[in-house]
């Protein structure tokens, strides 16, 4: 079945780097655009960022833009975060997630939590 | 950006009686293709979110038909026509019209009393 699998969060001290990854299974990972959402401790979700189906786009929430860099390699049907730069307020549980009419994806989440 | 008000914020819910969670926008959600696109989400605790309603009212395939999705322009309603326990959770809007960003509602946390 269609699945989002997520790895590549961890603890870090602020000002360093971390990329996330999200493999893609079970459907055509080059048809869909997918994006970045996150959900602080407590709190709700909050986009972050999203990249179109070929890579031709990308777009950023204004709290992460010029720090965080989306990619894709439809060749391994896998999705990128690369963090840079990250700050305490980048705390959070991170999903990748496919918004599409009648196709809906998240991945398990994983955990990027910012901490000197 | 587009600002997404839902309310209320807590919702107390009895088994078997109906429950609304309003959502509202900052600006009109409809689209250039005449489309409005309008999500509800469910968050169960400990579990990613799952998209309920697509297009105010389109219900994704596996959702109970319990669940309906209803609205125009700036004032949009989920409904759960007979709650049952398993629907505790945090509910949210999203839209998808005015982008980017994307953005949430703050979430409606539905509990059993």
């Known amino acids: 079945q269609a699945q989002l699998v997520q790895s590549g969060g961890g603890v870090v001290q602020p000002g360093r780097s971390l990329r996330l990854s999200c493999a893609a299974s079970g459907f055509t990972f080059s048809s869909f655009g997918i994006h970045w959402v996150r959900q602080a401790p407590g709190k709700g979700l909050q986009w972050v960022a999203v990249?179109?189906?070929?890579?031709?786009?990308?777009f950023y929430a204004d709290s992460v833009k010029g720090r965080f860099t989306i990619s894709r390699d439809n060749s391994k049907n896998t999705l990128y975060l690369q963090m840079n730069n990250l700050r305490a307020e980048d705390t959070a549980l991170y999903y990748c997630?496919?918004?599409?009419?009648?196709?809906?994806?998240w991945g398990q989440g994983t955990v990027v939590a910012v901490s000197s | 950006d587009v600002v997404m008000t839902q309310s209320p914020l807590s919702l107390p819910v009895t088994v078997g009686q109906p429950a609304s969670i309003s959502c509202r926008s900052s600006q009109s959600l409809v689209y250039s293709d005449g489309n409005t696109y309008l999500n509800w989400y469910q968050q169960r605790p400990g579990q990613s979110p799952r998209r309920l309603i697509y297009?105010?009212?389109n219900r994704d395939s596996g959702v109970p038909d319990r669940f309906s999705g209803s609205g125009s322009g700036t004032d949009f309603t989920l409904k759960i026509s007979r709650v049952e326990a398993e629907d505790v959770g945090v509910y949210y809007c999203m839209q998808g019209t005015h982008w980017p960003p994307w953005t949430f509602g703050q979430g409606t946390k539905v509990e059993i009393k």
């Open positions: 297009k105010v009212s």
């Open positions: 997630v496919i918004i599409h009419d009648g196709f809906d994806l």
């Open positions: 990249i179109w189906y070929d890579g031709s786009n990308k």
